[in-house]
Structures are given as C-alpha cells and as structure tokens.
C-alpha cells in the first residue's frame, strides 16, 4: 500500500476511538489498505470493509472482513449496494482514495457524506498533491474539492488534530461528521 505511515497511525487510532461497523473505501489499488483495515476491525472485533474500485481485484489479499465491489465508486448501482448494506445503527466511515482529479472527489463527497455518522469520519486522501504541498502540475484534485465542499456542508469540520505528526498525505482531510 502506498500511505504515508504517519496516517496509517491515525487510521488507527480513529478506528480504536469510533468502532465503526462500516468502512467504505473508494479505490481498492492493490487492496493493501483494505486489509489494514480489515486487520484494525479484527482488533475491535466487529465490523467489515465495502472495497470499491473499477479494476478486477484478482491476486489481493482476502480477509473475512472484506467484501469487494466492482465498479464507478459514482455509479447510481455502486451507491445503493453500499446504501443496502448499512443497517439503520450502524456507525460509518468512508475513505475516498481513487479518482483524485476535483470534480470526481466533489462527486464522491456529495455521494458518500450522508452516509457518515456523527462522530466518525470522511477522510479524502492524497489532498497534499497540486502544490499542497507536492506535486504542482497536478491540477485541480482533492485538496481543492475538499476546500468546494466545506463552503457547501455544516456538516462536517476538518480535524486538524489528526495531522499532528506534521506530515501527512491527507492535508484538510480528515473530516469529521459534527451533524
């Protein structure tokens, strides 16, 4: 998997702290942080990853705790599998890490907010590209759709606690549900 350790220390410690039932994860890569996170709910014994990307998941890593979903983490179809699976107590936390160019991140946080508890989070990773601080060429991507989306939600603040190790790939990422 390709995170910043200093994250990986964070996801921790939010999982520890909100327990959740659900996370969805949108961008599956190799399937590396599924299994973190399959491995995190083993811990507090309860819960399971919904792991959502367009390529085939041939050659990851399986775990009981893991189901995988193919397709557009936009698509109508993708969003209501993911509606059906959560039961009406569950506590929810998604993690948006495929597509990273703006309008796609915009899509998936109108998409994917509500879904959130209060109390638990909507984290968009790799917001450090396009200059924040690294890759300047990037183009307008995460950081920039988090900064669209706050202006548009009360409902959620960033956590900046969650950055304090100084060095994160998730720059205003951290978003936690306050309503």
Known sequence: MRKCPFDLWVYQEIICEVKPDL??????????????????????????????????????????????????????????????????????????????????????LELYSDLVSVGSYLIVEDSHMNGHPVNKRFGKGPFEAIESFLLRSNKFVPDKNREKFMMTFNPLGYLKRVN
Do not use: P, Y
């Not at 599924?34 to 309860?46: P, R, S």
């Not at 189901?67 to 569950?90: H, N």
């Open 23 to 108: 996370i969805v994860e949108c961008g599956a890569g190799k399937g590396g942080s599924a299994l973190f996170f399959a491995h995190m709910l083993d811990i507090i014994k309860k819960g399971k990853v919904i792991s959502i990307d367009v390529q085939d998941f041939e050659n990851m890593a399986m775990h009981k705790r893991i189901q995988r979903l193919k397709g557009s983490s936009v698509s109508s179809k993708t969003i209501e599998i993911v509606k059906s699976e959560i039961k009406g107590t569950d506590t929810v936390m998604v993690v948006l890490d495929s597509d990273h160019r703006q309008e796609h991140v915009e899509a998936e």
